[in-house]
């Protein structure tokens, strides 16, 4: 019987030292850039009222850590734009964090968002890929993780309270069932060129595999160069001046955003082509500048993606907060847009 009891003792020892070195095993990802002096390397931080020392009491605002993608595109300006007036109307304390759209910058923000100990942290992830490490220490925090915009590829989804954002695959689908109508009497080839966002992101991937799964019924509907313009009009210039020299013959181009369709759209006009005419353009998000050059006809056909996701983040937060149950995935809702019909909603576009 003693002996039984002895062996029980040595048994919750064991146990014990398990779990120490198994959360040792956990902070060595963390180890490196959880110390002070790594930490205040951190991206800088905005805040809208410093309530890091305010004591705990029941009126004490909710403080909410905001990892953003970066400022590459005028979505994501009006994504930012969104987040900061819908977290000021809702009374919340927003640390805001551009990543320049690196995401060891965006780990940096959160792990410091961590050691602050916020109430809520939402972030966009730049790429979808390589994010266990940081959630997990969020989760073992007790910080309720919330992701807009693009998702992550982890496997455990207790990493995470819900995902709010678009549906990337068929926002893609859409851009190819258009070129899929429009060539469907095609006779000879069709030349495609694509314009891909930021490698290794969730829009990037998921808009080319929808494009793809659309077009891959007709065999005229080629894609004959596709690279990353990484999301800017300064890359998506680069890039289509690259395509123009090599390939004499483009039909037309499918860009992941209207930031590097307007780029593209530069360096055509350069070329001494007509984009719209010569090149057929479709892009994605319907910014005011795209559907601007959609209304002039040099695009001619955009798929929306809606960055106002501040409201619905916030109403997020205050249901995760208050316990209430809320859906693992919440779809923004998009529509399309042809050249006359940019030129109508243009007047009322808020974004
Ligand atoms: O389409 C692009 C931005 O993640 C949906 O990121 C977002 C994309 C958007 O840079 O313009």
Known sequence: MKSFKKWGVSLALVALMVVVSACGGNNKGSNASSSPAESSKAPATESASPSESAPASSNKKVVLGFAQVGAESGWRTANTNSIKESAGEAGFDLKFSDAQQ???????????????????IAFSPVVESGWDTVLKEAKDAGIPVILTDRSVDSKDTSY????????????GRKAGQWVLDQYKDAQKDVNIVELQGTTGSAPANDRKSGFQEMIKSNDKLKIIASQTGDFTRAKGKEVMQAFLKAHKNIDVLYAHNDDMALGAIQAIEAAGLVPGKDIVIISVDAVKDGMTAASEGKINFIVECNPLLGPQLMQAVNDVLANKEIPQRIVTEESTFTSEQAKEALPTRKY
């Open 160 to 171: 995470y309270k819900t995902f709010i954002g678009s549906d990337f695959v068929e926002e």
């Open 102 to 120: 690196k995401q060891e910058n965006q780990i940096k923000a959160i792990r410091s968002y961590i050691q602050q100990k916020v109430d809520v």
